[in-house]
C-alpha cells in the first residue's frame, strides 16, 4: 500500500482542502501518514499571506523530500499560483499545481513519472467563474468539520495578495452544500463550520441564494446539530440578518467579525470596507439578539504609516468592543500588493511591541468574558481527550472547556457546569 501526507499551510480554506486531498487518496487505497512520517507522496498545500509564509512552504518542501528523496512531491495552493517560477526552484519538487485543478491531484500523481521532470499544471485564476468541487464525507476522529462553500475575494485591501492567488468570487451550489452536509450528518457529525475565502460574499455569482438562505436550509438537515460561521465581514450583520438567524436553534453564538484595525486612518489606508462606527453597529445588533455571543476578531498591527496615536486609537476601540478573542498579527509586507510599497514601514521591533501591548488587552478580555459564565451549565460538545480522562471541547460562544469524565466522550454534547480557568480554558464538571 502507497502512502501520502497532505499537509496545509495557513487559513482553515487550505486545511479543509488538504483533508479533501487526504480522503481522495484513500479513496484510492492510500494509507494517510503524518506530514513527519516517510510517505510515497507528498502534498503541500502552500500559503503566500505573508512572505514568512513563503518560505515556511519553502522550508517543509525540503525537508519532506529529504524525508524520502524517491518521493513525489506536489506543491499546490497560493504560494504555487502566484509564484510557479520561484516553487520550480526548489529542489524536490515533482508537480505543481495552483488553486485551480486540487481535485485532480490524485490523478496527476499517478500518471506521473520521475524522468518528466518538473510538471506545471499552474493555469490562470483571473477570470475563473466556476467553483471547483471539493468536500469531506468520511474524516475520522472528528467532530467538528470545516465545509468549503466559497472561493475567491474581490475586496482588494491594499495588503492583501489572495485575490490575485484565489481569484474572483465563486460560490458553491446549494444542492452540493446540502449533499455533503446530509451525509456528514448521517456520519456523526455533530457540528459544521461554514468556511471560505470571503463566505459573505456567498451566492453573489448565483441566482436566488446566499448565505442567510444557505443556513435555513442547512438547519433542517438531520443529525447537524451545531452550524458555525467561519471569518465574516462587518457588512453582512444587519437587523434583518440578525433577526432570521438569532431564532435558529442550531446557530451557534459566535462571531469571528474581521476588524484587522480599529482605527478609521489605518482601515481607509488598508482600503477596507467599513468603519469602526460601522463595526460598533455590527457588535451593538449581534448582541441585541445574542448578549451571550463571543465575537473575536483579527487585528493587524504595525500596518505603514500607522502612527503611536493610531494605534493608541485601535487600542481603545479593541477595549470597547471586549473581545472573547482576539488573534494580533504584525503587519508584514507582502511583495506585489499596494502596502508593500507605501512609505513609512513600521520596524519591527515597534511592531513587536505593538503585538505584546493589543496581545494583553485581548488576552484580558478573553479571561473577562469567560469569567460571566463560571458557575453557569453550558452545553460544550466534546472533541478529543486531552489525557487522563481530561476532554475537551466547546462552548456554543466558543468557550475551551476541559471537564473530567470516566466515560468516552468524545462527540458529545452534555450539559457542563463551569467552575474555574486555567490560563485559556474554562474548568468545567459535567451535570447532565
Known amino acids: 500500500m502507497k502512502s501520502v501526507a497532505s499537509f496545509a499551510l495557513g487559513c482553515k480554506v487550505n486545511q479543509v482542502e488538504s483533508e479533501a486531498i487526504a480522503e481522495a487518496f484513500a479513496e484510492k487505497g492510500y494509507s494517510v501518514v503524518d506530514i513527519n512520517d516517510k510517505a510515497d507522496v507528498y502534498v503541500i498545500n502552500t500559503c503566500t499571506v505573508t512572505n514568512f509564509g513563503d518560505k515556511k512552504s519553502r522550508q517543509i518542501i525540503r525537508r519532506v523530500k529529504r524525508q524520502n528523496p524517491e518521493a513525489v512531491v506536489v506543491v499546490t495552493g497560493c504560494y504555487s499560483q502566484t509564484a510557479p517560477e520561484d516553487v520550480k526552484k526548489i529542489d524536490g519538487v515533482n508537480i505543481i499545481i495552483g488553486t485551480k485543478g486540487r481535485n485532480k491531484v490524485v490523478e496527476e500523481v499517478e500518471k506521473y513519472r520521475f524522468e518528466n521532470g518538473i510538471v506545471d499544471y499552474v493555469d490562470s485564476v483571473k477570470f475563473e467563474k466556476v467553483f471547483e468541487p471539493i468536500s469531506i464525507n468520511k474524516l475520522m476522529n472528528r467532530c467538528r ?203 519591527s521591533e515597534t511592531k513587536s511591541k505593538r503585538s505584546e501591548a493589543l496581545s494583553k488587552i485581548g488576552n484580558d478580555d478573553a479571561k473577562e468574558f469567560m469569567k460571566r459564565y463560571i458557575g453557569e451549565e453550558l452545553n460544550v460538545l466534546f472533541e478529543h481527550e486531552a489525557g487522563n480522562n481530561v476532554y475537551e471541547g466547546h462552548t456554543s460562544n466558543y468557550i475551551n472547556v476541559l471537564a473530567k469524565s470516566d466515560k468516552d466522550i468524545r462527540n458529545k454534547i452534555l450539559k457542563v457546569k463551569l467552575v474555574g480557568i486555567d490560563r485559556d480554558h474554562a474548568l468545567g464538571e459535567i451535570v447532565g
Open 145 to 347: 468539520v470545516y465545509i468549503k462553500i466559497q472561493d475567491g475575494c474581490n475586496q482588494f485591501c491594499s495588503y492583501c495578495i489572495i485575490p490575485y492567488a484565489r481569484g474572483p468570487v465563486r460560490s458553491r451550489a446549494e444542492e452540493s452544500v446540502i449533499e455533503e452536509v446530509t451525509l456528514l450528518g448521517k456520519n456523526g457529525f455533530k457540528e459544521i463550520v461554514l468556511t471560505g475565502i470571503h463566505v459573505a460574499s456567498y451566492g453573489k455569482d448565483l441566482a436566488n441564494t446566499d448565505l442567510l438562505k444557505l443556513i435555513k436550509k442547512l438547519q433542517l438537515i438531520e443529525g447537524i446539530e451545531r452550524i458555525r460561521l467561519s471569518s465574516v465581514e462587518p457588512n453582512i450583520i444587519t437587523e434583518a440578518f440578525m433577526a432570521e438567524i438569532s431564532v435558529m436553534e442550531k446557530m451557534c453564538h459566535h462571531f469571528h467579525l474581521s476588524l484587522q484595525s480599529g482605527c478609521d486612518t489605518t482601515l481607509r489606508a488598508m482600503r477596507r470596507k467599513y468603519d469602526t462606527e460601522k463595526y460598533m453597529k455590527a457588535v451593538e445588533t449581534i448582541r441585541k439578539y445574542w448578549n451571550d455571543a463571543a465575537i473575536s476578531t483579527d487585528i493587524i498591527v504595525g500596518f505603514p504609516q500607522e502612527s503611536d496615536e493610531d494605534f493608541k486609537e485601535c487600542c481603545d476601540f479593541a477595549k470597547s468592543i471586549k473581545f472573547a478573542k482576539i488573534h494580533v498579527f504584525p503587519y508584514s509586507p507582502k511583495k506585489g500588493t499596494d502596502a508593500e510599497k507605501m512609505e513609512g514601514q513600521i520596524s
